[in-house]
């Protein structure tokens, strides 16, 4: 089921980006960067920067054209749908200088003007890694960006950095090194091994990943926002608290307030959960196992994080307004999909009744975007789970708000639902005993079974099918029938 990318272009200018330049911050201004020498990948052992203003000037009309078309046409560009109508330049640094023989790298956080987005809300910043030489390798062509045609870099080829081993060898010889290059700041939390060859991860996914001598992972994040990433945040301080069922940070970057990317172990010879689940269906095979396991994973995150960060009682009134927060986001995906309008009396139901249920749990920070698919069952059987970043929709504060760890829970739940409903024949029994498991799993870990609760794990399930309805429209439209199926159940009275 292929993924939509609107491409529709705009008058998307350089009078767009002129004026933004004429009225552009004085930290855009402050944070073009040139580097001193880095020649190879190996020798880096300190990178300097000098500021300079003119690179700047000539370098964002320039790409301007080539990012308008590629933009839109990446898995992870959030604003597709929307024309691209210009750019802002947040950051240029030169990892690597451009105008050498060899090939350049360069960093850069653009945000992206869009129409559609809420008055006061700022375009959507972006994190790009390109790449520039004079002419591309045939074995780059398929990183291929475009051609340079005007300024002082013309004639020269931009390209997806990432996908050039020489580059991303020379971002992860970076990332061992702590310290700054221009606005962009390096952690190194323990001593890296050298020179390992990279390679791009080619996942479905909402960010980009390199793996690095099949030992380390490191994901940058695309789509950037002030304020630490929950993908750094909770893998910290789960680390802390002693969980081994996450990866724990050996390296991050940052610029100003926002994290750029994470490195991590990378779980060689480990299997997702949602191909383990697929090819279970397609053997015929229970999954019960694997879910009741799973259920123990989870709790066990859960039981680490509510130990390392601030946990609350969940009060009436919080009830209240997280099933109210439910509700409104339902108003604004029924207008979005109005497949969902028919169902919005039944959904609404659902919400009140898990408002209007006695509080007797707890709020705490939770995954946020629990799946299948953010499993990892590695060669010796143990789970792991990954990509603590929430819903890659949601602004970055409201992903960091803490909810009753069920919103996981249900999460899961509308996963095992999902990979019956992606096989043919359906097998909804399956489903149901795999969600039957992961509840009991769960149960035996933490004390508490989620089905205690049904009002409450029924307003999450509806609520995460709901956003599943919006994210589907945006991204894979011929997925959207599996969670309407989901939505016509849960607005029915059971
Ligand atoms: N530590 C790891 N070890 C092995 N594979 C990993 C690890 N972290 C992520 N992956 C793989 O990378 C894919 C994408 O990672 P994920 O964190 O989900 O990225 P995104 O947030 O961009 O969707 C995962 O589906 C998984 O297959
Ligand atoms: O990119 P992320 O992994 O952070 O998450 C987004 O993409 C997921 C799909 O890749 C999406 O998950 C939905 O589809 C899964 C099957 O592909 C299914 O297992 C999940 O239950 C379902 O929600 C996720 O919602 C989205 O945030």
């Known amino acids: 089921m292929p993924e939509t990318a609107s491409t529709t272009e705009s ?52 790409l301007a054209p080539l990012l308008r078309t590629w933009l839109p046409r990446q898995r992870w560009f959030a604003g597709k749908g929307r024309p691209v109508t210009g ?38 910043c ?16 398929p990183a291929l960006i475009g051609r340079i045609r005007q300024g002082p870099l013309a004639g020269r080829t931009v390209y997806e950095g990432l996908r050039d081993p020489r580059l991303a060898g020379l971002l992860y010889e970076r990332l061992r090194t702590p310290g700054r290059t221009g606005p962009l700041r390096f952690h190194t939390g323990t001593a890296l091994p050298p020179a390992l060859a990279p390679r791009v991860l080619d996942a479905e996914q909402s960010n980009s990943s390199l793996v690095f001598g099949e030992s380390f992972i490191l994901k940058i994040f695309r789509r950037v926002s002030p304020g630490a990433n929950p993908d750094l945040e909770l893998p910290l301080a789960l680390a802390r608290a002693g969980c081994a069922r996450v990866p724990a940070p050996v390296a991050w970057f940052e610029a100003g307030a926002a994290t750029l990317g994470v490195l991590q172990p990378y779980l060689r010879g480990s299997r997702d959960g949602w191909r383990l689940a697929l090819d279970a269906l397609a053997d015929g095979r229970e999954f019960t196992t694997e879910a009741h396991a799973l259920g123990r994973a989870t709790a066990e995150v859960h039981l680490a994080l509510a130990t ?35 169902y919005v009396p039944g959904l609404r139901a659902v919400f009140a009744a898990a408002g209007d249920a006695t509080g007797t749990g707890r709020l705490q920070r939770v ?62 029994d399956w489903s149901a005993r795999c969600r039957d498991a992961y509840c009991a799993g769960y149960a035996e870990a933490s004390g508490a079974d989620p089905r205690d609760d049904p009002a409450l794990l029924r307003a999450y399930e509806t609520d995460k099918a709901v956003y599943e309805v919006l994210y589907e429209a945006r991204h894979r439209p011929d997925w959207l029938p599996v969670p309407m199926a989901a939505i016509a159940r849960l607005a029915t009275v059971p």
Do not use: C
């Open 308 to 342: 390392a960060l601030p946990t609350e009682r969940l009060e009436r009134d919080r009830a209240a307004s997280l099933a109210a927060a439910m509700g409104t986001r339902l108003d604004a995906a029924a207008q979005a999909v109005p497949a969902l309008l028919p």
């Open 126 to 141: 972006y994190q790009l890694l390109l790449g520039v030489r004079p002419e591309l390798p045939p074995r780059l062509a």
């Open 367 to 428: 995954h946020g975007d629990l799946h299948l698919g953010q499993t990892l069952r590695g060669s010796d059987g143990a789970w792991t789970v990954i990509d603590f970043e929430g819903e890659p929709a949601k602004p970055l504060d409201e992903r960091r708000t803490s909810h009753p760890p069920v919103r996981d829970i249900a999460g899961m739940l509308r996963s095992f639902d999902y990979a019956a409903r992606t096989h043919q024949p359906w097998n909804p």
């Open 11 to 62: 008058t998307a200018s350089a009078e767009v980006i002129g004026s933004a330049e004429a009225t552009g911050s004085t930290e855009a201004d402050a944070a073009v960067e040139t580097t001193a020498s880095v020649t190879s990948v190996t020798s880096v052992t300190s990178v300097t920067s000098v500021t300079s203003a003119g690179p700047r000037r000539a370098l964002l009309p320039a």
């Open 87 to 124: 750019f802002t330049l947040e950051s240029a640094t030169e990892l690597l200088p451009l105008d050498g023989t060899g090939p350049g790298l360069l960093h850069l956080l653009v945000r992206v003007e869009q129409p559609g987005r809420p008055a006061g809300a700022p375009a959507d």
